[in-house]
């Protein structure tokens, strides 16, 4: 019994798959259990001690529909009380017409 070359020439099937979630070839097809992103689990799979990996698909690497909009929003909402807040402090009677 070799542990070696002979043995390695038998693997020629695939053991992950493409996972529905994720889209990684990372589908274990007898566990079926998808080891980038923990499907069928509801939550994805993350932990602490991997950093670099919840940085990689965190919030700000994808297309973020709906917080570019909230940002825009809230960055002309600002302007706008700044612009407000100057009018209001000078009264009326200075008002040159």
Not at 22 to 35: E, L, M, P
Not at 47 to 55: E, G, H, L, Q, T
Not at 65 to 70: I, T
Request: glycine fraction near 6%.
């Amino acid at each position: 019994m070799t542990k070696g070359t002979s043995s390695f020439g038998k693997r020629h099937t695939k053991t992950h798959t493409l996972c529905r979630r994720c889209g990684r070839s990372s589908y274990h097809i007898q566990k079926h259990r998808c080891a980038s992103c923990g499907y069928p689990s509801k939550r994805l799979r993350r932990y602490n001690w991997s950093v670099k990996a919840i940085r990689r698909r965190t919030q700000g690497t994808g297309r973020m529909r709906y917080l570019k909009v909230v940002h825009r929003r809230f960055r002309y909402a600002e302007s706008f009380l700044i612009h407000f807040k100057l009018i209001s402090k000078v009264s009326y009677a200075q008002i040159p017409y």
